[in-house]
């Protein structure tokens, strides 16, 4: 079902500050900058390999990431695991007992679709399941 990792999600407070970090001293590449409004975030992309670092900055002090942020500090925030069908591996995680966040898939950035599974049921560990065309 899980095909490889394919982003780590790493809240920040400052996007522009943080692509330095990312790109211009890690040598990462860029890839882009969207919002994502109906998560209330602001995301970069940076490929590393045949994966991504995915960086939330939140357009809201009310979004996930804001809150995230103002009880974690930032850091990574989620890991996100590549799968071919996403209803498919919510309904598998479901059947196995996993707490899911989200019943049905919702948009995310890049245009996947993705779903969390709730950290109570995964060690602590925010787990989102995203599947690319």
Sequence with gaps: MVSKID???????NLDEAIKLY???LGLELHGVEVVEEQKVKVAFLSIGDTEIELLE????EGPIAKFIET??????HIAFKVGDVEAA??????????????KPRYGAGGARIAFLH???TDG???ELCERK
């Design 125 to 127: 560990v925010l787990i």
């Design 7 to 13: 982003h780590i999600g790493i809240a920040v407070n």
């Design 58 to 61: 939140s357009t809201s002090p």
């Design 72 to 77: 974690k500090g930032q850091g990574i925030q």
């Design 90 to 103: 919510l309904a598998e995680m479901k059947e196995k007992g996993m707490r899911l966040i989200d019943e």
């Design 23 to 25: 790109k211009d001293v």
């Design 119 to 121: 950290p109570k049921s």
